[in-house]
T-cell receptor, first 112, second 113 residues
Framework: EAQVTQNPRYLITVTGKKLTVTCSQN?????MSWYRQDPGLGLRQIYY???????DKGDVPEGYKVSRKEKRNFPLILESPSPNQTSLYFC???????????FGPGTRLTVT | GENVEQHPSTLSVQEGDSAVIKCTYS??????FPWYKQELGKRPQLIID?????GEKKDQRIAVTLNKTAKHFSLHITETQPEDSAVYFC????????????FGRGTQLTVWP
């Protein structure tokens, strides 16, 4: 089954404790992206990757890191999480930007 | 950067009526305009998209129109049904920067039976 998976689905952590949210797709997609969703603000792009080893900043990259060492995986790293990073995070992948993006199930992160 | 504005933020219609959601964008180089539907507690899913070389696209009860001169595009849903109730997001790429996709803030559509 073609899908995008994210782990964990839910995470409660404390300020400053490094964490990684994994994202994996099995559709051989070139393009992958991370978004955060906050009430009233819609979806905001954090980072994206056009291909392996090619990543770039989106709208709200501060406090986040990503890597794309393999085509299927695109982890999101929060080196020192802060409460303002409490949000719902979605990973997405597509053949290229101007094609349907397939979203993962989301990761709800709470930073206290 | 690109600025995508979406209106209205909430929309209530009676079953069977039409619903229209409008978006404007600022980057004249934008070429790709998708619409996503997000049901409560679910992930966003593409319902329709349009590219800049097309003025209108239809898929059953859903249509999207694009006016590149005015830099706005709209989603039209006809014969609405309760299962159309969801949050709808418009988006636009940034033609001058490959890879960037900007979303509107969303429209909560409620269809009353």
């Amino acid at each position: 089954e073609a899908q995008v998976t994210q782990n964990p689905r839910y995470l409660i952590t404390v300020t400053g404790k490094k964490l990684t949210v994994t994202c994996s797709q099995n559709m051989n997609h070139e393009y992958m992206s991370w978004y955060r969703q906050d009430p009233g603000l819609g979806l905001r792009q954090i980072y994206y990757s056009m291909n392996v080893e090619v990543t770039d900043k989106g709208d709200v990259p501060e406090g986040y890191k990503v890597s794309r060492k393999e085509k299927r995986n695109f982890p999101l790293i929060l080196e020192s999480p802060s409460p303002n990073q409490t949000s719902l995070y979605f990973c997405a992948s597509s053949f290229a930007l101007a094609y349907e993006q397939y979203f993962g199930p989301g990761t709800r992160l709470t930073v206290t | 950067g690109e600025n995508v504005e979406q209106h209205p933020s909430t929309l209530s219609v009676q079953e069977g009526d039409s619903a229209v959601i409008k978006c404007t964008y600022s980057d004249s180089a934008s070429n790709y305009f998708p619409w996503y539907k997000q049901e409560l507690g679910k992930r966003p899913q593409l319902i329709i998209d349009i590219r800049s070389n097309v003025g209108e696209k239809k898929d059953q009860r859903i249509a999207v129109t694009l006016n590149k001169t005015a830099k706005h595009f709209s989603l039209h849903i006809t014969e609405t049904q309760p299962e159309d109730s969801a949050v709808y997001f418009c988006a636009a790429d940034r033609g001058s920067t490959l890879g960037r996709l900007y979303f509107g803030r969303g429209t909560q559509l409620t269809v009353w039976p």
